[in-house]
């Protein structure tokens, strides 16, 4: 049986009118072959095809897909089929794989309604001088409308989740509402876990979605296409306002890209051939769903590590968290009014934020029960020790429990210490001086009791 490419040759010669003799000739195969094959040709018979082989893949193929879009690499995949009876071989595999991310280049592009959906990405724009003169890492975001091209720009110093919902607040007034839906690159400052099956977001980023009330829509990993919109703005906005300008301070780059950007907005787009503002108001500002009376209040995201004495360490002052995460790292949500602790997402500790500086915020289910210490119990021991001294023993540790209840059993074990020293007369003599000069602390004691002035005389009042 003559092949594709026989086939082809002889009519082609055929169509260049070489007679059946010199076709022969020049293909080497015998007249009658050749006969035959322009008798075919001549009664539009199709050229012959050759069935395709069976493969060893070709039962597995389903299977590979469905390992890929786990982004497991060829050699698992081939472990995981080699379980399931696969007997070929790893570059078998491999091969199978590179022929499909071939074809995963080809795109589906993506239409969207109007007040559908935004797209958002931070872009590197390099160095740039703040308002003070100094040197900063520059970034732009971009907020792009998918339906209309409509854009928002801004230039920021970092990458905060406190930014980026700044930067999202300020998108949404200056297109005075929100979409239904925003889609968003898989930054670390919006999504702890960067998965587009299962998006685990900061607590800070979920809550700042509810409030607006937009959906987030997180990208797959290694898929531009999934924000192809926003990363041709990124391109844009470096390409055509960044390259070869020069911007004397933040507050002057912030005026010439809030310029760049109302042109941007009001050009002809590439694209749609349309003008981005033009087709916002004719029909995507209707769609747009309404921003919230109030601003959302943005809170400082942080991470801490959580001390053995159960406690992080806050703006100069400490909060505790359950003992199970001492060593551990978790994120600190501040606001305004609370502090909030989450360790991988679940919320493990709620303060009420401490305005002094140096103070401990402590929920004693925090420690573990066998730790805790149990304060009334433990002066009422101590109470029953300085009374078998005397009673103005037992006086002095009253005050102290009522100035200093939580050092009170400190001051009387150092004062029960004494008894190594001197005789009870002796440290109930002191405690009486100490109380005649409203005094609680252990060191005045055993200070009467080493100069011996529990021995000089006393004014006669009452104590």
């Not at 698992?76 to 399931?84: F, K, P, V």
């Not at 920021?156 to 406190?162: G, L």
């Not at 607040?169 to 998965?195: C, M, T, W």
């Not at 998006?199 to 700042?208: C, G």
Request: proline fraction near 3%; glycine fraction near 6%; charge should be positive.
């Amino acid at each position: 049986m003559l092949g594709v490419a026989m086939y082809t040759t002889i009519k082609t010669l055929w169509q260049k009118t070489k007679n059946k003799t010199e076709i022969a000739r020049i293909t080497g195969h015998d007249w009658k072959t050749v006969a035959k094959v322009i008798k075919d040709i001549e009664r539009g018979v199709e050229i012959p095809k050759k069935k395709p082989k069976a493969t060893v893949i070709d039962n597995f193929k389903q299977t590979v897909l469905k390992l890929m879009e786990k982004d497991l690499s060829a050699v698992r995949i081939h472990e995981e089929l080699a379980r399931s009876g696969f007997s070929g071989s790893y570059s078998t595999v491999k091969k199978y794989m590179q022929e499909i991310k071939r074809k995963d280049n080809i795109f589906v592009r993506i239409h969207t309604e109007p007040g559908e959906e935004a797209q958002v990405d931070f872009g590197y724009l390099g160095i740039t001088k703040d308002d003070a003169g100094k040197n900063r890492k520059t970034w732009v975001f971009n907020m792009r409308l998918s339906y209309s091209r409509l854009d928002y720009y801004c230039k920021v110093y970092d990458q905060k989740v406190e930014t980026f919902i700044a930067c999202h607040i300020h998108a949404f007034e200056f297109f005075g509402g929100v979409p239904q839906y925003v889609r968003i690159d898989n930054l670390k400052s919006a999504i702890l876990k960067a998965s587009f099956y299962e998006p685990l977001y900061q607590q800070a980023y979920k809550d700042f979605a509810v409030y607006y009330s937009f959906g987030p829509l997180p990208c797959r990993i290694a898929r531009p296409n999934d924000k192809g919109k926003v990363e041709s703005g990124i391109k844009f906005v470096k390409n055509n306002f960044f390259k070869g300008r020069t911007f004397v301070s933040g507050t002057d780059l912030d005026c010439q890209l809030k310029a760049w950007n109302r042109n941007v907005n009001e050009r002809i787009h590439g694209t749609t051939r349309k003008v981005p503002l033009e087709v916002f108001t004719g029909k995507e500002k209707s769609c747009m769903g309404s921003l919230p009376p109030v601003r959302f209040a943005i809170s400082r995201i942080s991470t801490r590590k959580v001390y053995h004495d159960c406690h992080i360490y806050v703006d100069y002052n400490y909060y505790s968290v359950p003992y199970e995460y001492v060593g551990k790292k978790v994120d600190v949500e501040i606001t305004e009014s609370l502090v909030k602790v989450f360790y991988a997402g679940e919320r493990v500790a709620l303060h009420r934020k401490i305005t002094d500086k140096g103070a401990f915020s402590t929920i004693e289910s925090h420690y573990p029960a066998f730790k805790i210490f149990d304060i009334e119990e433990n002066q009422k021991i101590f109470r029953q020790k300085m009374k078998e001294v005397g009673s103005y023993c037992e006086k002095f540790f009253n005050n102290a429990v009522s100035q200093k209840p939580k050092s009170s059993s400190a001051i009387a074990r150092g004062v029960l210490s004494l008894k190594k020293l001197y005789p009870d007369s002796v440290i109930e003599a002191s405690c009486k001086r100490a109380l005649f000069y409203g005094a609680i602390e252990y060191r005045v004691v055993k200070s009467i009791c080493k100069n011996s002035a529990y021995a000089l005389p006393l004014e006669e009042v009452a104590i």
